[in-house]
């Protein structure tokens, strides 16, 4: 597909379940973000890399949200322990360069309800 | 701390009219403003952005305004369609930050009403 693709789209997790959210970007791009948007809000950076190097990561709430790009395409963000304050939308969006100028493109994000 | 404020939730404009939404933002480093117009349960998509060096730009029935003194912008649909019914977010970045992480306002719901 052409797009950033997120999945699972949808996920419920029991409060200290681990979950894994997978990020597929845009063939080619360099830059992935995580971002988290909470009900009503605007999204939250998260997490940022170059290809596979994590530039930051002062987004993260916990030590519980790791999130990984190893060979600097795919994504996945793991959340450890979930607790009910992470139910959230997960949005994963890449663009093509590394430049402040580069317009993000997002999935449709993962919507994880914590029970 | 909200370095990129939203402060009208919602916002409904008959069809054909403008609609005009509006950020501010407190942070002084941030150079360049980025509006992303989402639809429900899908991601946020781009729609035009304005560099602190300019004070408008416009594209088709989009025009983006930006004020540095008083730190506000605002998005400018003319004329207004169903289609642009959504959340509007603004966002903002300093290209000087050493990364590209973008700072999103709360977002306002826009209701084109036929």
């Known amino acids: 597909g052409a797009g950033v693709s997120q999945s699972p789209r949808y996920k419920v997790a029991k409060r200290g379940q681990d979950v894994a959210l997978r990020c597929d970007p845009i063939?080619?791009?360099?830059?992935l973000f995580w971002y988290q948007q909470a009900l009503g809000q605007g999204p939250e950076f998260l997490t940022y890399?170059?290809?596979?190097?994590?530039?930051?990561k002062s987004g993260l709430p916990s030590d519980r949200f790791f999130a990984e790009r190893p060979e600097g395409s795919v994504s996945t963000l793991k959340i450890q322990r979930t607790q009910q304050e992470d139910s959230a939308v997960y949005l994963c969006?890449?663009?093509?360069?590394?430049?402040?100028?580069?317009?993000?493109?997002f999935g449709n994000g993962t919507r994880l309800t914590v029970t | 701390d909200q370095q990129v404020k939203q402060n009208s939730p919602s916002l409904s404009v008959q069809e054909g009219r403008i609609s005009i939404l509006n950020c501010d933002y407190t942070?002084?480093?941030?150079?360049?403003f980025l509006w992303y117009k989402k639809y429900p349960a899908e991601g946020p998509t781009f729609l035009i952005s304005?560099?602190?060096?300019?004070d408008k730009n416009e594209d088709g029935r989009f025009t983006v305004f930006l004020n540095k003194s008083a730190k506000h912008l605002s998005l400018h649909i003319v004329p207004s369609q169903p289609g642009d019914s959504a959340v509007y977010f603004c966002?903002?970045?300093?290209?000087?930050?050493?990364?590209?992480?973008?700072?999103f306002g709360t977002g306002t719901r826009l209701t084109i009403i036929p």
């Open positions: 969006a890449s663009s093509l360069e590394h430049s402040p100028y580069s317009p993000l493109h």
């Open positions: 063939s080619g791009h360099v830059s």
């Open positions: 890399f170059q290809n596979e190097a994590q530039l930051d």
């Open positions: 942070n002084s480093m941030f150079d360049y």
């Open positions: 304005i560099s602190s060096i300019k």
């Open positions: 966002a903002a970045v300093g290209s000087n930050f050493g990364n590209e992480k973008l700072t």
